[in-house]
């Protein structure tokens, strides 16, 4: 049986965590975004800048998972005021999917949002990406009817939101 690991990202983290949602966006996103945004949005390297720049200036919260020692999952939410969270970001690596890893970030970032006194969590979603947004669901989270044009694309977004 696998262990899954989840636990606090550290700075020095940041190159695998962007190669793991540079990953993940490339199988999760295919069919909703174009091949050229996936290519503006999936370089490693520039990721890391990016990834860089939030870790650095936001008040969030990073976790990355592993089964065995293998960083394969990642996880990041922030404060949106002093009642509601979001929950910005979940990448993990197709390898995984439907082994409990994103479970268990969920999880963890449920927790500590609920221990940090938050009395709700938001997220946003690709209108198109089910998958996603059937593991939301499991997890408590359903749409607020509040939709939005992506900055990848206009693809549709929705909100989806659950109470502690």
């Not at 949005?41 to 890391?48: A, F, L, M, R, W």
Request: charged residues 25%; contains cysteine.
């Amino acid at each position: 049986m696998c262990k899954i690991v989840v636990r606090e990202a550290r700075r020095s983290e940041l190159p695998i965590i962007a190669k793991i949602q540079c990953l993940s966006w490339r199988s999760a996103f295919s069919d909703i975004i174009t091949q050229q945004t996936m290519a503006k949005y999936t370089d490693s390297d520039k990721c890391s800048q990016m990834l860089e720049r939030v870790y650095g200036s936001e008040a969030g919260h990073m976790y990355i998972a592993g089964i065995n020692g293998k960083a394969c999952g990642t996880l990041f939410w922030k404060p949106i005021d002093r009642q509601r969270a979001e929950i910005v970001s979940l990448h993990t690596l197709k390898r995984v999917w439907g082994t409990g890893v994103g479970r268990a970030l969920m999880n963890r970032a449920l927790l500590d949002i609920y221990n940090a006194g938050f009395f709700s969590a938001e997220l946003w979603v690709f209108k198109e990406n089910f998958r996603a947004r059937k593991f939301y669901v499991k997890h408590g989270f359903l749409p607020t009817g509040d939709e939005r044009a992506s900055v990848y694309d206009r693809a549709a977004e929705m909100r989806c939101r659950r109470l502690m």
